[in-house]
Every structure is written in structure tokens, then in C-alpha cells.
């Protein structure tokens, strides 16, 4: 399963790429890329504590919750279930999910941009620009900027899960943005039965086996019904 900013449109958490999408309005390379944050932290960080914000008055939808239903009900079978996530939101483990590999980091989460200093601060009200305790620097979001490679390990997990699925579905996510939505292809090129749900057409459409047109947050209850 991978899932994308669209399975939280449902709870009031704003998109990237749809029309007034996140991208329409900030400049990327400004608050996604290292060098626009080593330009401005206070800014990039403004901009970021307004995400923060976002995320913290959303409630799991639906489509979450169905999601973490799913994975008790199949690893109750005794079945694997592997949840893959683009969202920095933490909505899917507010729903209940279990096991879930986060592969572009999360918004409740910072990290010092000199030495190894990582910090779970959740979405609570943190300082303005907060600073490393070990060497002083600004702290940045634990998420992956453009041009960053993601998490090793998250990455592994997700691509060896990928690779050895017997369903794999793409759930709100524009599958647009690589390396996470390669692990479509892995989970095709695994011989895997291919679902997208999304409530638009995207580049992977026509490469699954079912489409599913419409929001995560009525077709995932009725999947698991
Ligand atoms: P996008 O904003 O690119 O795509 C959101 C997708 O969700 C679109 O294809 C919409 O059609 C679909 N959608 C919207 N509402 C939906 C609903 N209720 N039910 C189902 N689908 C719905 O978001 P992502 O694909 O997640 O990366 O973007 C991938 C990455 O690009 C993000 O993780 C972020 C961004 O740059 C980083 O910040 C590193």
C-alpha cells in the first residue's frame, strides 16, 4: 500500500499538485531544497510551522482508518501488510496503523543540519527557529527536500515489500514524484495485482489492473467492507 497527500484531502490537509495545491503557492525550491533553508531558516520554517499547524487540527478520515482495519484484519490472517507513506502528516498512526514506513520523513519530527541530533517534538507549538542543543545550529524539519535521498532503511523496507507483494495499491498520491513512485513499477514487475485509487487520472493509471475513480475516504471502507 502507498499512499499519498490525497488520502488526507479528506481531512482538511491541503495537496502538492492539485489546482491551489501547496505548490501552486510556495516557491519549492525555497522551502523543499537544503539551499533554500540554508538561505532562510526563518522563513522556511515559517512556512513549515503553518504545515504543522494544518496538520495538527486534522483528524484521520475514513480512508485512514479503513487502512488500519485492513492491516489488523490481515495480519490477524496471518498475512503482511505493508503500509508505505509519502505523508509527513502521522494521520495513518493517529488511525491506528500499526507498522508504517514513513519514506519522506515526518512534519512532528526535527533534525540538526551539522551533527547526528534528532528530536520527536510532535505538532505541538515549538520555538520560531528551533536550534540543535549539541552544536547550536538551526534544527530542520525531518522530511526529504528535493534532491535528498530518502531514509535508507524506510527505503529498503518499502522497495523489499514492493518486490514481494501479491496486491499493491496506490492510494491518492499524483505518482509523480521518484523514487517512491517507482515502487508501482517494483510491485508490477513482482507479478502483483495493481490497484490505484484517486480521484483523478495520473501517469500510473493506465498501469495497474484497477483504477478506482474517487475519494480515498469512500472507496477504502467499501474495500474493506
Ligand atoms: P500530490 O499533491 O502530488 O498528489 C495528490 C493526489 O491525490 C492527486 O493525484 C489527486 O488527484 C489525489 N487526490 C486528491 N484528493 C483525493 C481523495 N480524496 N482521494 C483520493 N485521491 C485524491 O501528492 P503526492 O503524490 O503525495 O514530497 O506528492 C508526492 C510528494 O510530492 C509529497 O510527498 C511531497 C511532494 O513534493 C515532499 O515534500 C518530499
Known sequence: MLTGAGISAESGVPTFREPGGLWDSAPVDKVATAEGFA????GVWQWYHERRREMSAARPNAG??????LEQRITAGGGEFTLITQNVDGLHVAAGSQSVIRVHGSLADVRCTRCEFRRHVGMGQIDDVPTCPQCGVPLRPDVVWFGEALPAEAWQAAAGACGRCDVFMAVGTSALVHPAAGLI???IDAGAK???INVAPTPASHMVDIPLRGPAGEILPQIVQ
Open 185 to 187: 513499477d517494483l510491485a
Open 64 to 69: 485512514h482508518t479503513a487502512l488500519a482495519e
Open 194 to 196: 495493481t490497484v490505484e
Open 39 to 42: 538561505a532562510d531558516p526563518p
